[in-house]
C-alpha cells in the first residue's frame, strides 16, 4: 500500500464524533439513552425522583432538556455531568410524583437545531411516542434484579409459562412473592431483599432455575444467583480512555493462570483470580503494552477453564471474584494506561451445566430442534428476547465493568445453518450499537478463515467489527519461522503478509500475532513456540530465543495491530491455561527487556502505528532476509530487517530508503537480550551506491535468527520552493517534474535522497504560498 493510500484510508476511519461542534447541527449517530441503564435509580418505584441520564458526542450540544408527563406536562433542563472518550454525558432530574404513570422525551439543541430522542429514534419534530414507565406494574424495571428503594425487583422472560415466584434467602425460600406477568415477562419487587441475598425463579410450580440475567451465581450452592449492587465499587480511576486502534498493543491474558507460581507478587490461589491480575498491573505497565485481552470470564462450568464453555453471557465466573473484584482489576489496570478488552463467547453455550436449556420448562432460548456447533448448542439468534439477551450484555460490560471493548470468538459460526441470517445481522446489531454508543471502543472478530466481509460497515452488507484476526498472517509466519529450522523458509509470504489481505483486512482492521491461545493449547493440540523449536526442557535455546523474538518482532512492526500471548516476555513454555512461571523473568531477564523495548518502540513511533505507511523493498531468498520501512510524513524512517536463516550475514549492503545517519535501535541478538550479540550496533551513515533501486546504501553486520531495526530521525522540509523566486508554483512543480527519480538536489524537499512522490505531496500542499 503507498502513502496516498494510506492517507485516504485514514480520513475514511475518522470516527465521526471528531466532526462534532457548535454548528447548528445536532450529530445524530452519537445519541444514546438506554433505559435500562441510563436511569438514577436503575428502577425508580413509588413515584421517586430520578435522574434521566443520555450520551451525546463531545461539544455537540448548546442545550438539552427533558419533557415529562405525569398527569400534566413540564420540562426540566438537562446539564453535562461528566465525560467519557469522545462522549458528553448529560442528566436531568424528574421530581418526585403522585401519579401511578409517567413518560418522558429528551430535547437536543446545538445552536439553530433542536432535535428530539424517543423509542422511535431521533427526529427532527416532536415524536408520537415517549420512554413509559408504571410505578405499579414496574413494565420500566431491568431484567433481572435490580436493588431498589426499600427492596429489589425482580424480572424474568418467560412467555408461555402459567405462574412464577422469586424464592430466596429473603423469604426463606418460600413462594410468599408471586411475580405479576407484564407482557413476556414475570415482576415483583420484593420488599426487604438486598444486595448478597440469593435467589431463585420457580416456574409452574415445579421449575427452579438461576437469573439467565444474574451478575453472580453460586454453583457451590446449587447455583443460586446473587443480588448483586452494581454501583457498590467506589471507582479510583475515572475518565480513562483507552489508545486509538492503531495505537494499541494486546496482551492476551487468562485470569486463571496468571498468577501465584514463583511469583513475587506473593501469593495467589488456584486459579488466580480478577484482584490478582489487578495487583499486577505494575508489570504489564512496565512491559509497556496498553491493552490485555481477556480470555473468556463468564460463568463455567467447574472451577478451572479456558473459558470457552460458557453457561451465562452475563454472570462472571464466581470462582476468579466478585463483580467488585472484576471491575477492581480494571480500575487498577486503567491507572496503569492500560484498556479491558473481553473476549466473549456467543456462538454456543457449554454442553454441561446448561442451565438456559428448557429454561422454564420450554425450550425458550434454543431452537427445537437446536441449532448445534463443535462445543455445544447455539441460542436461537431470531428470538428478538434472546438478541436482546446478548445485546444488552454488551452494555453491562462496557458501562459497568468500564471494559474497552471485545474480541468476539468464533465469528465464523455465528452465522451457520439456520441461523445464518440471524447470526450475522445480531453481529451487525452488536457492531452498530458499539459504533453508537462505545465509538472509541474496539470489537475485533475471531474470525477463521479470513473473510473481508466481517470487516465491511454494515452500510455496506459487512458485518461491521473494527478489526479480524489476520489467519494468513499467522499461518504463513508460523509456517516460515517453524521452516527455517530445515532451512527454507519462503520470504515471498513474509512479505506478502507485511502488505495485507487488501481492502478490510489490512492495516488497522487486521490483529496480527504468531502465537495465542489456540497455537498454544495442549487440549488444541498445540504448544508453545519455544517447545516446539527446542524440544527439550527448558526449551531456550539459540533457535528458540531467536527465532521466537524475531517472529513477535516482526508481528508488532509490521502493519496492523499486534496481539502476544501472556507469558511470552520470558520465554514462557508451559501450555495456556496452564499457571506461568514468574521467576522466569527474572532468569531470562534480558528477554523480558527484548519485549520492553520492543513495545516501548511500537507505541512511541508514529511510523509503527498500524496504519502507518510501510514498503517491503527488499527480498533475498538464497540468504532468507527481508527488509520493509515504516514512516511517517514528514515523520522518522524505521527499517526493519528479519534473517530467518541460521547464518549470520556479515557485510550484508542494504539499500535505504534515506540519506544520512541511521541508529540501530533494537537487536534480538543483542548480547544485552541475551542473544549472540552479533549484528551492527550504533549508528551507520548511507553510502551513495545505489541499491534495492535506492539511491544510497550501507554495509550492515545482520545475525542469525536476527530480528534488526534502524531508525532514521525526521527531516524537517525545506520550502517547497524549488526554483528559489519565494513562490510555490508551477515552476517548481515544472522543476521537480525534470528531477524525477534524481538523487538529491533542491527537488528534494523532503530530504529523502530522492526525489518522488513525497516531494510532489509537499510541493501540492504548500501550492501559492511563499518563503
Aim: charged share 20%; with cysteine.
Amino acid at each position: 500500500m503507498n502513502h496516498r493510500t494510506s492517507i485516504v484510508l485514514a480520513l475514511m476511519t475518522i470516527a465521526p464524533a471528531w466532526a462534532a461542534g457548535i454548528d447548528d447541527t445536532v450529530e445524530w449517530n452519537g445519541i444514546s439513552h438506554a433505559t435500562e441503564w441510563d436511569r438514577r435509580p436503575l428502577c425508580p418505584v413509588g413515584g421517586e425522583s430520578f435522574e434521566v441520564r443520555f450520551q451525546t458526542y463531545a461539544d455537540d450540544l448548546t442545550s438539552a432538556r427533558v419533557r415529562y408527563d405525569s398527569g400534566s406536562t413540564a420540562w426540566v433542563d438537562a446539564s453535562r455531568i461528566a465525560g467519557r472518550g469522545p462522549y458528553d454525558i448529560w442528566a436531568a432530574t424528574i421530581p418526585s410524583t403522585a401519579s401511578s404513570t409517567l413518560s418522558y422525551i429528551i430535547e437536543l439543541t446545538d445552536g439553530a437545531d433542536t432535535d428530539y430522542f424517543s423509542p422511535a429514534g431521533v427526529s427532527d419534530g416532536l415524536p408520537g411516542v415517549e420512554f413509559e414507565m408504571n410505578f405499579n406494574t414496574l413494565s420500566h424495571a431491568p431484567v433481572g434484579a435490580t436493588p431498589v428503594t426499600g427492596g429489589a425487583v425482580f424480572r424474568v422472560w418467560s412467555p408461555a409459562t402459567s405462574s412464577a415466584y422469586v424464592r430466596g434467602d429473603f423469604n426463606n425460600w418460600t413462594t410468599a412473592n408471586p411475580m405479576s406477568r407484564v407482557g413476556e415477562d414475570w415482576i415483583a419487587f420484593v420488599p426487604g431483599a438486598v444486595a448478597g441475598q440469593q435467589y431463585k425463579y420457580f416456574f409452574n410450580n415445579s421449575v427452579w432455575k438461576p437469573d439467565a440475567r444474574g451478575r453472580r451465581m453460586d454453583p457451590t450452592d446449587n447455583n443460586n444467583t446473587e443480588i448483586i449492587d452494581p454501583f457498590s465499587y467506589t471507582w479510583t480511576t475515572n475518565g480513562f480512555s483507552s489508545a486509538d486502534f492503531e495505537s494499541l498493543v494486546i496482551y492476551q491474558l487468562h485470569v486463571g493462570s496468571f498468577a501465584g507460581r514463583n511469583d513475587p507478587y506473593g501469593p495467589a490461589p488456584t486459579p488466580s483470580g480478577y484482584r490478582d491480575v489487578g495487583d499486577r498491573a505494575a508489570h504489564l505497565a512496565e512491559l509497556g503494552i496498553n491493552a490485555v485481552m481477556l480470555n473468556p470470564i463468564n460463568e463455567f462450568p467447574g472451577d478451572f477453564s479456558g473459558g470457552y464453555n460458557p453457561v451465562s453471557a452475563y454472570a462472571v465466573e464466581w470462582r476468579l471474584g466478585t463483580p467488585a473484584d472484576l471491575q477492581y482489576m480494571v480500575d487498577q489496570l486503567h491507572a496503569h494506561g492500560i484498556a479491558v478488552l473481553l473476549d466473549i463467547v456467543w456462538n454456543h453455550f457449554s454442553v454441561s451445566e446448561n442451565f438456559l436449556w428448557n429454561y422454564d420448562g420450554s425450550q425458550i432460548y434454543f431452537d427445537s430442534p437446536h441449532v448445534d456447533t463443535p462445543w455445544g448448542a447455539q441460542a436461537d439468534f431470531d428470538n428478538p428476547a434472546v438478541r436482546d439477551y446478548f445485546l444488552d450484555s454488551v452494555i453491562l460490560m462496557l458501562d459497568e465493568y468500564r471494559m474497552d471493548g471485545f474480541r468476539m470468538d468464533a465469528t465464523d459460526f455465528m452465522n451457520m445453518g439456520a441461523h445464518g441470517a440471524a447470526g450475522w445481522s445480531l453481529m451487525q446489531d452488536l457492531n452498530d450499537l458499539m459504533d453508537r454508543r462505545y465509538a472509541d471502543k474496539i470489537n475485533i472478530a475471531e474470525q477463521l478463515p479470513d473473510d473481508a466481509w466481517v470487516t465491511r460497515p454494515t452500510s455496506l452488507g459487512g458485518a461491521g467489527f473494527d478489526a479480524q484476526y489476520f489467519d494468513r498472517f499467522t499461518d504463513d509466519l508460523r509456517a516460515e519461522v517453524f521452516d527455517a529450522a530445515f532451512g527454507d523458509p519462503e520470504m515471498w509470504k513474509l512479505r506478502d503478509i507485511v502488505n495485507g489481505g487488501g481492502q478490510y483486512l489490512s492495516g488497522p482492521q487486521v490483529v496480527n500475532y504468531f502465537e495465542l491461545h489456540d497455537e498454544a493449547w495442549d487440549l488444541s493440540g498445540g504448544q508453545r513456540a519455544v517447545v516446539t523449536i527446542d524440544t527439550s526442557a527448558p526449551h531456550d535455546d539459540q533457535y528458540a530465543r531467536g527465532r521466537t523474538t524475531l517472529a513477535q518482532g516482526f508481528t508488532l512492526l509490521a502493519p496492523g495491530i499486534p496481539a502476544f500471548l501472556y507469558g511470552t516476555e520470558w520465554l514462557e513454555s508451559e501450555p495456556f491455561e496452564t499457571k506461568i512461571d514468574w521467576s522466569r523473568k527474572t532468569t531470562y531477564s534480558g528477554v523480558f527487556d527484548f519485549y520492553s523495548q520492543l513495545v516501548g518502540l511500537r507505541t512511541a513511533a508514529p511510523a509503527l502505528r498500524a496504519d502507518a505507511p510501510h514498503w517491503v523493498y527488499h527480498m533475498n531468498e538464497g540468504a532468507n532476509v527481508l527488509a520493509f520501512e515504516r514512516w511517517v510524513e514528514g515523520g522518522a524512517s524505521y527499517v526493519v530487517i528479519v534473517n530467518l536463516s541460521s547464518a549470520d550475514q556479515p557485510g550484508y549492503r542494504l539499500g535505504l530508503p534515506r540519506a544520512g545517519e541511521w541508529t540501530v535501535v533494537l537487536n534480538n541478538q543483542a548480547a544485552e537480550f541475551g542473544g549472540s550479540g552479533f549484528g551492527t550496533s550504533g549508528t551507520v551513515t548511507s553510502e551513495a551506491i545505489p541499491a534495492d533501486s535506492l539511491a544510497q546504501s550501507t554495509i550492515l553486520a545482520i545475525p542469525a535468527s536476527g530480528l534488526m531495526v534502524l531508525s532514521h530521525e525526521a527531516v524537517t522540509p525545506q520550502c517547497a520552493d524549488v526554483t528559489g523566486d519565494d513562490e510555490v508554483d508551477f515552476e517548481d512543480l515544472n522543476a521537480l517534474l525534470n528531477a524525477w527519480g534524481q538523487a538529491g538536489g533542491a527537488a528534494d524537499i523532503d530530504g529523502s535522497g530522492m526525489v518522488d512522490f513525497d516531494d510532489l505531496n509537499l510541493i501540492l500542499i504548500q501550492w501559492g504560498g511563499t518563503c
